[in-house]
């Protein structure tokens, strides 16, 4: 074992602050690498704050981030597809059984023993595992990705999560030349969905409630904005939408968006509100439309993900701060006081 320096919670209501935590050395599989920038993602900040305890309860000290760019520094004895030097990069994930039928068919992310990167069971150390905010990272190289040289490695960071959460749902519903796809909600998520959907060929629709951010969505990728509380202009889109991806997690309508799909229309929700959404049967059975979900994608389509967006130079729209501005920064996500996602720029580790 070695220490590694990183920012973690010791409670619920405690601020993130420095500390140090134990790393396994590489072992044969294993990759280390030194963590050069990891985005917030607003996960991070429920999980830091226990406020999935139903679900998901936070063992602590929480070291949180999934959102993972840096450098190889080492690899173990039976690596082949990593050497020190390479730009790699870890999500959601850092394990799985590998041998159940979703991981059997590249779906990882559907494993019912699927290893999440922070505050799950760690079955090297015991304890639990601990995140991205931190200088050093030890993950198995099935579980590593790579990332295009391309890339600002800033913005490529909140790829492992915003990214692939968008782009995961886009390709399973098959977005592409000549579909009309539909984003609800301009944020972290929304704006990566918007610049996936143009890329992929869509003509894309920017749902908001507000006006002000008509000219982000169009600088973005969008071909038309729509006010969402206008319901003339809502109006006039009824019937019309091959796909529509939600990524709205406070409670709003969603039967307003499933009736602006098209026959075998699909909305898929990716933002989480608290709330369950009423949902009217009739807007579904009319139409043969569906309403469906996603989490991230395996590891196959995360690395598909970020060779597409190295082929696209598509990253997120960051604002890097250094570590010690992290607290800030999440109460600042709280107010979405952010155009879209926090990076968090890792040497600045190196000063604690």
Not at 10 to 26: D, F
Not at 67 to 92: M, Q
Not at 332 to 337: A, E, I, K, V, Y
Not at 345 to 351: F, G, V
Request: with cysteine; hydrophobic share 40%; charged share 20%.
């Amino acid at each position: 074992m070695f220490n590694a320096k990183a920012y973690a919670a010791a409670a619920a209501t405690s601020p993130l602050a420095a500390t140090t935590v134990a790393r396994r050395h590489p072992t044969g599989h294993d990759v280390q690498i030194e963590i050069l920038f990891c985005g917030i993602c607003h996960s991070d900040l429920h999980q830091v704050r226990n406020e999935w305890s139903n679900v998901m309860p936070t063992v602590y000290p929480c070291v949180p981030g999934h959102e993972i760019v840096g450098r190889v520094t080492k690899v173990g004895s039976a690596v082949t597809g990593f050497k020190p030097g390479d730009l790699a990069a870890v999500g959601c994930m850092v394990d799985s059984d590998r041998t159940c039928p979703e991981c059997q068919a590249g779906l990882e992310q559907f494993c019912p023993n699927m290893t999440l990167t922070y505050n799950f069971p760690d079955k090297h150390l015991g304890g639990v595992t601990y995140g991205g905010y931190s200088d050093n990272i030890v993950v198995d190289e099935s579980f590593v990705l790579r990332v295009p040289s391309n890339l600002s490695l800033a913005g490529a960071a909140p790829l492992l999560c915003a990214g692939i959460t968008t782009y995961s749902p886009m390709r399973h519903w098959c977005v592409s030349k000549g579909k009309k796809v539909g984003v609800v909600g301009l944020g972290g998520l929304g704006h990566m969905g918007v610049k996936f959907a143009h890329a992929l060929g869509a003509h894309v629709v920017v749902f908001t409630t507000s006006p002000g951010k008509k000219d982000d969505a169009i600088r973005l990728g969008a071909d038309e904005v729509v006010v969402s509380r206008d319901a003339n202009q809502m109006q006039k889109h009824v019937g019309s939408f091959d796909f529509i991806l939600d990524a709205v997690a406070a409670d709003h309508d969603i039967d307003s968006y499933i009736q602006l799909l098209r026959r075998d229309g699909n909305l898929t929700l990716v933002g989480a509100p608290e709330k369950p959404l009423a949902v009217a049967a009739f807007n579904l059975i009319f139409g043969r439309r569906s309403l469906s979900g996603s989490p991230i994608g395996g590891i196959r389509e995360t690395q598909e993900m970020l060779d597409f967006c190295g082929a696209h130079n598509i990253t997120a729209d960051v604002e890097v701060i250094p570590i010690q501005k992290v607290n800030e920064a999440y109460d600042r996500l709280l107010r979405s006081d952010v155009k879209y996602r926090f990076s968090i720029d890792m040497a600045s580790l190196k000063s604690e």
